[in-house]
């Protein structure tokens, strides 16, 4: 059973600073491309970032290039997003997401998601 936890989200000032963590279980992790996605209330689910399987290759949305950095640590079975510099623009539900091997920035080819961690910036 596939099963990815994400964890981090909260409160936080504009300019502030955050990591969420995504704990994976059920699945070979190290031979599966990570990304995180966001959706804020009345919008649809939209890349933020991504990793490769083997860690050498990330991508960004262009709003958070600069500002965000993605890494993971596969002998713990587990990708973050370090958060920097946050905006209320960035304020939605974080989702961590896995697809076999190779990444994406589509929604639809990530079969497996977590359940999401709220992220609110504001002062």
């Known amino acids: 059973q596939v099963q990815l936890v994400e964890s981090g989200g909260g409160l936080v000032q504009p300019g502030g600073s955050l990591k969420l963590s995504c704990a994976a279980s059920g699945f070979t992790f190290s031979m599966y491309a990570m990304g995180w996605f966001r959706q804020a209330p009345g919008k649809e689910r939209e890349f933020v970032s991504a990793i490769s399987w083997r860690g050498g290759s990330t991508d960004y949305t262009d709003s958070v290039k600069g500002r965000f950095a993605i890494s993971r640590d596969n002998a713990r079975n587990t990708v973050y997003l370090q958060m920097n510099g946050l905006t209320p623009e960035d304020t939605a539900v974080y989702y961590c997401?896995?697809?076999?091997?190779?990444?994406?920035?589509?929604?639809?080819?990530?079969?497996?998601w977590g359940q999401g961690t709220q992220v609110t910036v504001s002062s």
């Open positions: 997401a896995a697809r076999f091997r190779v990444a994406s920035t589509s929604v639809e080819d990530y079969p497996y």
